[in-house]
């Protein structure tokens, strides 16, 4: 009789889409991190539909390494649906998501652990000096792109994630229960999954604890200046998700226990 494998302690989520030229460095710097680790872990790379050579990348790196999981879906839904498939998918006490670009290292988990050790439910990285003393942007992005950032954000405080100066910063950590909750009701496809994710935290009484980021901006992005617009109508429909009660409507069914 086979021993059950024992759950992972963390699992780390990597949402990938056309990241063939440079999926394979982060690959390699997530699990170097993770092989050094004493805790049980797992990778979890959920392809999206990649038109490139990302599959392939992918695959050669995974072959003959234990302890790392593919999910290759051939059509593209965006990143909020593969943020989604992989976070319901992992089997980790704790569960991260983070950029295929790496521009916030796997390191940033050494902040974060002591807190899970403590209790914390939620942990999520800021490039913003107002969420976290010392946080900061290597280099810095264009005065055009950084007015438009500000500008988003502050509609999305208004509208969804009140108190939070950075929501989009791809390096979140959820415990189980909070993933399990949180994810199995969000609805966006796109890039405001993080809003979405973080105002259904909010809504069910989660505390959200932020370290600070010294994120490396990678070239490459997959943000387009129309989806800075897509932001705000998605931050208008979270609200009135929340307001109506669709959220609470629609947990019901399989609203799994929260550990808390």
Partial sequence: MNAEKPRPHLSVIIPAYNEGKRIENTLQAIYSYLLAQPFTWELLIVLDGSQDDTPQVTRRFAEGKDHIRLIHRRQNR???????????????DIRLFTDADNSTDISHFDQMKPLFDNGAQIVICSRDSKDAPGARQVVPQSPFK??????????IQIM?????????????????????????????????????????????????????????????????????LKNIWDALKIRWQLMTGFYDRHRTAADPVVEI
């Fill in 146 to 155: 950084r007015f438009l950032g500000n500008t988003g954000n502050l509609f």
């Fill in 78 to 92: 965006g990143k909020g649906y593969t943020v989604r498939e992989g976070m319901l998918a992992a089997t980790g």
């Fill in 160 to 228: 969804a994630v009140p108190g939070i100066w950075d929501t989009r910063c791809g390096f979140k950590a959820f415990r189980k229960g909070a993933a399990q909750k949180i994810f199995s009701l969000t609805r966006m496809d796109g890039f405001s999954i993080d809003d979405e994710a973080l105002a259904l935290a909010l809504h069910f009484g989660y505390k959200i604890h932020v370290v600070a980021a010294n994120w490396v901006n990678a070239e490459g992005t997959h943000v387009r200046k129309i989806d800075y």
